[in-house]
């Protein structure tokens, strides 16, 4: 994997492309999307974040490279998706909480196998994360916690609510 294509890739083409896919769901299915909110009230914490994407979701695929998430509507409807559906319903619950959270996503050099979860940070600088393994916290940074998540990243790419590139790490691998 090239730094330049995971660059483009995350700078140019993801917030773009899901934002727009996001978009035409949330219009076509308004509804749904009510519902959907209505479901997500109250859920503020990691812990109850992690709950409801455990008790609601089964994993039913692997996240491909360069694989856009669902919508989080569309994955909550379905009861199914993969580590970047997981991810972003995940965020939306926070964000529809008012709690800033990032999609965070691996990369490997030598494989095409990437990993998608959502963090946030908590008041003590301590941060979590929520992905198809589970909920887990107690981590110092976001170094910590890609490396708990895939040991072998060589690019750590975090995304704000508003799908802005917040940080962009590389690391020196095999």
């Given at each position: 994997?090239?730094?330049w294509?995971?660059?483009?890739?995350e700078?140019?083409?993801?917030?773009?492309?899901?934002r727009?896919?996001?978009e035409?769901?949330?219009?076509?299915?308004?509804?749904?999307?009510?519902?959907?909110?209505?479901?997500?009230?109250?859920?503020?914490?990691?812990?109850?974040?992690?709950?409801?994407?455990?008790?609601?979701?089964?994993?039913?695929?692997?996240?491909?490279?360069?694989?856009?998430?669902?919508?989080?509507?569309?994955?909550?409807?379905?009861?199914?998706?993969?580590?970047?559906?997981?991810?972003?319903?995940?965020?939306?619950?926070?964000?529809?909480?008012?709690?800033?959270?990032?999609l965070?996503?691996?990369?490997?050099?030598?494989?095409?196998?990437?990993?998608?979860?959502?963090?946030?940070?908590?008041?003590?600088?301590?941060?979590?994360?929520?992905?198809?393994?589970?909920?887990?916290?107690?981590?110092?940074?976001?170094?910590?916690?890609?490396?708990?998540?895939?040991?072998?990243?060589?690019?750590?790419?975090?995304?704000?609510?508003?799908?802005?590139?917040?940080?962009?790490?590389?690391?020196?691998?095999?």
């Amino acid at each position: 994997m090239r730094r330049w294509m995971v660059w483009a890739y995350e700078r140019y083409i993801f917030g773009r492309s899901y934002r727009r896919r996001v978009e035409q769901h949330r219009r076509r299915y308004a509804e749904e999307w009510q519902r959907f909110a209505t479901a997500l009230k109250g859920l503020d914490t990691p812990w109850r974040v992690g709950s409801f994407v455990q008790a609601s979701l089964v994993e039913s695929r692997p996240f491909r490279l360069f694989e856009l998430p669902n919508p989080p509507a569309a994955t909550w409807l379905a009861g199914e998706g993969n580590a970047a559906d997981f991810a972003a319903l995940s965020q939306e619950a926070f964000h529809l909480n008012g709690r800033e959270a990032y999609l965070v996503t691996l990369y490997q050099r030598q494989t095409y196998a990437p990993m998608m979860c959502c963090a946030i940070q908590e008041e003590d600088g301590g941060w979590h994360q929520i992905s198809t393994f589970g909920m887990f916290g107690g981590y110092e940074d976001l170094t910590e916690l890609g490396t708990d998540l895939l040991d072998s990243w060589t690019f750590l790419v975090a995304r704000d609510g508003s799908l802005r590139v917040k940080a962009f790490l590389e690391r020196e691998g095999d």
